[in-house]
């Protein structure tokens, strides 16, 4: 109760600062006209419309006139008017998108709050008087619709925020700037990992080489763990013919997530959602008795699906995914222990990602339609409830937050500035083997249906290595790394000698790379840090002639010279470590 | 010249065989109508219009009586008729086929071939009597459209072979014997590489485990390789806006071959023919200096194209398939020494599949319409002659042969059974780079225009596999192999020991499986065998006390006794050996 008190007080501050900030616009910009302005998550924003955009100075002028109007110390006062008083008060002032809020009201009276020389149709709350608000900063300017509806006016949104101390103030800001610090999108362009561009178009994602290097290791990794751990491979296309998604129910359900079909030889052909319908006609090209459940089949499976432009962000929404996607296919004894294996699976590999922090959440039936039997959803839950128990992992229950298919596992990780992200999913599905009617023969010799759990356990790719990017500020650790180690010669002499070098690490399997341009040693070194590599092995006479390298890390430690074999183990260690010590 | 007069020879036999072939169905089935009846590579065939199919039983009918009639004697009778003459015979006797094909003709004269009592309308020329058609054979029944056109009748063909003596025949039934072991689409099934179904779309390839198992050694090798090799990887999205084929052309010259376009907010996207257009994406987001070239950019990119279902044939012929796609962008001066390194690597990698026998075909410039200044297309088709010199291999002039935008290598691969396979290619662009205006800085400051290579080395994964398939007639070697060892117990006294040793292979990273059914021995041999499993280890009490296992090879070689550790060593030395010796 009293965090959520404590939340209220936080939006009233909030809220008002942003009626303060209005003011303050109307004031330095007589021509404004003012839309809406709530209090969000971590701070508010208000919207304005105003012929010319306001620039980085702009807010500053505004911020400056904030901290007069607010140490005027004007009380909130608020009154009551007649929607025709009301009406007649903005129409004077020519404030259409307030007019437009009044005649949506269905309420008799409408209530104002006034501060200073300020008047705002509002609902309140506010602060007593304008003095409370001290310790606020704006921070942005961005363009947003007027009611979100990209077929009416633009407007500028300038957000803000505001904090009842100045310490807590300036704890945020140090977090926004570690968290722009560590944008993906901007690491991603400096460290030359992946673009996205109108021309291709929006969501899609051109991952370049230092990126696909990463991408591969990551992939190498998660097969190999996965052909470890008793799935198999199997490839699918990335287009399918409509009466798969049909059967799938997906054109019923999900057809606004669906790109437009394309007919071929008279038939309709979608560009896949999810992987699902082709593995289940793998599964059905053959028979398969008791004895041959578990399948466990894994693809990393490149799906479509469409999200209004407005909503991309970088890597972590984005229109076309690598799904690392794999089906159960099992026999109901076989239940509890394959939900159990697979989230142990599925912490092992988040682990050896650098994840060690999770939330875990259990989603249990709807309480309206669903399909499935009851018996199967008590005991898939159940599965789900142990295994988790059986991790010695708490988890909160999302109460009837299931799919209408079946229970699932959601598992959030938690970056390096304690953010989660929701990447892993074990999901049950009552509704597919039903609609394909996939059987297995029994131990009787009938025919049953087996139970199927999809689940992914980085989620997309796409995201998962944007989280990642913000995770490891672009500092990857070494396994991961695109370029693990930097050779650098101080002069053309060493030159040959280095390349020797190269050779060695490349056939070591170690990812190396020779700046042999002609610049200072400082400037090289200056360089692979802001890159991130991780070891930097320099050479100069002294190293050529005693065949070794002077090995430096990202962190500015030198480790000294050391003889090539040597070195090679030492990566080879270091890497290995990576790998096994979570 | 004598080569060809053979052939006009067997050309004639076989049209010949063909008119026994009428005559004889004629006979035995009179309500049958004749259609068409030509000569073609290794056979003949002749369509017939008949409500009931043909039965194999039927084939067996017809050869007994072709052989009567042959041994008959008939001269070929040829005589000439007025086209009035000719209609007025043929609808006596109901062959609205023959009707047709007259009143197409425009001479006023046409020629009858007289048999027997068979009568045909025929240009000629035939052999002189029917006593010379001894050695043949019907070989298959299938559908065909009246004219290839599928509005119109559907007639039944039958296919038949024939040769001058009998060995040829014979050795032409061997291989076709051979042939239809080997057919990728038979193995494909037997062995669980592979399917292909109406429901997913034709033309589609459905990955199954063994086949992704096999997909997915190729595939890292294949990257391993082109690593090492100074490629770096890249990776792209399947779905691109219209924008990208206007500019590449491919909407222009190649709209065809693609799919209709999908609607993405009011924007046309294309599921992508090629992935060039991605490549020269991720090249224009960034400047390029002459230092940096050149640049081998590689991606395993999957690409969809529009093929008429009449011609789509297993693997061979698809829709979907993925290329092993790389674009090599390079400067004037470093021209020769690419061609010279991508053509010794393809030609290392086809090695590595265990193909050593190949045809080389230059395709220099179309005498026609073709984009390129006179001097790059000399330098171009002059490093690539001088490539396949320096390799000392002998090449085949395409004289104009090249596509319209550059010269290229093509290479086509001899099978087990010496059949050609086009996969790699090797080809220059003049065309992109001047479309998407591609430039680097050169050594002035100027910006200068760089060249590029499209190459594929396999050509289609899909495609390739499939040969691989019937190279190997499914007995794939050691390193490709899904499965490595097969482990299999005499008694269920040795399962728990036959599990401790399959889990020491599959940590040493063997592909192993346990056959723990309760079977004789000699029948998991004998399955074993059948699915061309490389190695079997065959465990009873005495392996179990003396903690080894007894070696079969699927050739049938009993290699005895070895601790489970040297097998071990076996089994990584021979798939070594694999990729080493060639």
Redesign the interface.
Known sequence: MNEKNNQNELDILRHSTAHIMAAAVVELFPETKVAIGPSIEDGFYYDFDRPTPFTPEDLEKIEKKMKEIAKGNHPFICSEKSKDEALKYFKEKGEKYKIELIQEIPDEKVTFYQSGSFTDLCRGPHVKYSSKIKHFKLLSIAGAYWRGDEKREQLQRIYGTVFPTKEELEQYLLKLEEIKKRDHRKLGKEL?LF?V?E????G??????K???I??EIE?FW?SQHL?NGY??????????S??WETSGHLEFYKDFM???????E?D?Y?KPMNCP?HI??YK??LYSYKDLPLR?AELG?V?R?EK?GVLHGLLRV??FTQDDAHIICRPDQLDQEVRKVLRFCLSILNSFGFKDFKMYLANKPKEKAVGEEKDWKDATKALEEAIKSEGLECAIDEGGGAFYGPKIDIKIKDALKREWQCSTIQFDFNIPERFNMTYVDKSGKKARPYMIHRALMGSLERFFGVLVEHYAGAFPLWLAPVQVQIMNITEKQEDYCREVLQKL??SGIRAEFDSRNEKIGLKIREATLRKEPYMAVVGDKEKESGTVSVRTRKGNDLGQHKIGDFIKLIKEETKKDLTIK
Not at 199 to 202: D, I, L, R, S
Not at 259 to 265: H, L
């Open positions: 030359g673009s561009n021309q291709v178009g929006p899609l994602v051109l991952w370049h080489p990126g696909a290097r991408r591969h190498s097969i470890k198999e491979l199997i490839n699918t296309p990335h287009i399918g013919r009466n798969l790109y437009a079909p394309m007919q071929i030889d038939q052909y560009v082709f006609m793998i090209s053959s089949w490149t479509y469409y432009s229109r076309g490349i056939e």
